[in-house]
């Protein structure tokens, strides 16, 4: 040990002792731990006043730490310990850290913005679903003739295990574990071939854009049918999976666009009538250069004229009335038609006045009078009634009633009550 080390080790003895009189005259009644404490603090505190200090206690902590382990060891744990393992150099990295915050953080200065800086983060998904789909799709690998065979296999095996697990229920705990692995086997395997084989279902979807229903919607119901053709593919046939999966992709597609592409529902056998005369009708406008007449649409079909004009009905578009028209599209297409059934202001202005009239008049006569012509001729609610309807609203017989209604009609013939409503004839 050099003389600069003994040096040092002499004045952080005395520094220790120093500090732990001053703490024991302060405390006389505190327990040992407390003064160790205390004398552990004062230590800190005095190694901290000065950077030779912090420097001649690390370097008196490393090298006397061992030689004092070894003399003393019954001294206290507490009292030695603590200032020993207490790191002398925690301000120093602390200051260490704060300035490599300040250099590689924020700095502030009176030319920063108060503002804070805009990131934009980008995140999985996009505002474009369909572009989402494709990605997530896209990222597994297509399969070749003997992948497709095997998941088959698998498939069928799974198949099987649940028949004959829900036919005969098995008793064995073992067998019946066995079968509900080869049973989550198949599902994985139908998992993987369904997954590997979605881009074919864009691929076809993307047809039978344009007619009604949106692409997204083209992809779930073609899957559909991608679902269905995993469950009935036969590997033993030799064909590819595509093969056969594409006429069931293309069923449900186009089963789909029959019963939710129109706005009125049209049956699925007629829909393919439509299809059919509009295959026809395109080839023959190319044969011709005109557009074909119904007469020779329905000897290329085998149809009657008749039968191939409602065809073509049942397969026009409607159109909204809110359709806008003209270059500026301030006009709509329900403003150029007819209400039949609107009353015109003034028919309307007329008829109220009338029935004011018809109050009036009815007002001169007899109560039982002006009520019997109301009802018979339906002046109150609209329903005229008959003779005995009103006979036994007022207890006398049809005849009487018949009698009152005569009489009354001869007085509304008067010059003075009919002159009033003449003028409403005309």
């Known amino acids: 040990m050099t003389t600069s080390s003994k040096k040092t080790e002499t004045q952080a003895t005395v520094s220790v002792e120093d500090a732990g009189a001053e ?80 250099a590689g953080g924020f700095v502030v200065s009176d030319s920063d913005d108060d503002s804070p800086v805009q990131q934009v983060v980008s995140a999985g998904a996009t505002a474009d679903p369909v572009k989402d789909y494709l ?52 599902r994985r395997a139908k998992n993987h071939l369904l997954e590997a084989n979605l881009r074919l279902v864009v691929s076809l979807a993307k047809r039978y854009t344009g007619r009604g229903m949106l692409f997204l919607d083209l992809i779930q119901e073609g899957n559909l049918g991608l679902i269905r053709a995993v469950e009935k593919f036969d590997y033993t046939k030799g064909f590819k999976f595509s093969t056969y999966a594409t006429w069931w992709i293309r069923q449900a597609i186009t089963r789909a666009m029959a019963d939710q592409a129109r706005t009125i529902r049209i049956p699925v056998h007629m829909v393919e009538v439509i299809n059919k005369l509009a295959r026809v009708q395109r080839q023959m406008l190319q044969d011709l250069g005109r557009e074909p007449t119904p007469e020779e649409l329905a000897k290329e079909l085998d149809m009657t004229p008749e039968k191939v004009v409602e065809v073509q009905k049942y397969g026009r578009e409607p159109i909204s009335l809110h359709t806008p028209l003209g270059e500026d599209g301030d006009s709509e297409f329900g403003d150029l038609i007819e209400d039949s059934e609107a009353v015109v202001p003034a028919d309307a202005v007329s008829f109220t006045l009338l029935q004011e009239q018809l109050h009036s008049v009815l007002d001169t006569l007899a109560e039982r009078e002006a009520g019997v012509v109301a009802m018979r001729y339906g002046l109150t609610d609209g329903q005229p009634k008959t003779l005995d309807e009103i006979g036994k609203v007022y207890g006398v017989t049809r005849e009487r009633i018949r009698q009152i209604d005569s009489k009354t009609m001869s007085k509304l013939r008067h010059p003075s009550r009919s002159q009033v409503l003449r003028d409403y004839l005309d």
Do not use: C, F, W
């Open 23 to 102: 703490d024991q005259g302060a405390a006389q009644a505190g327990t040992s731990t407390r003064k160790s404490t205390a004398s552990s603090r004062v230590t800190k505190s005095t190694a901290t006043k000065s950077t030779a200090a912090k420097g001649a206690a690390r370097s008196a902590t490393k090298s006397a730490a061992p030689k004092t382990n070894a003399k003393a060891p019954a001294a206290t744990s507490a009292d030695e310990a603590e200032p020993e393992e207490e790191p002398k150099d925690a301000p120093e990295v602390v200051e260490e850290e704060a300035e490599e915050a300040t």
């Open 135 to 186: 990605k997530q799709i896209g990222k597994v690998a297509l399969l070749n003739a003997e992948q497709e065979v095997d998941l088959a296999l698998r498939i069928e095996a799974g198949l099987y295990a649940e028949h004959k697990m829900k036919e005969n229920p098995v008793k064995d705990a073992r067998l019946r574990r066995d079968m509900e692995l080869v049973i989550a086997d198949g």
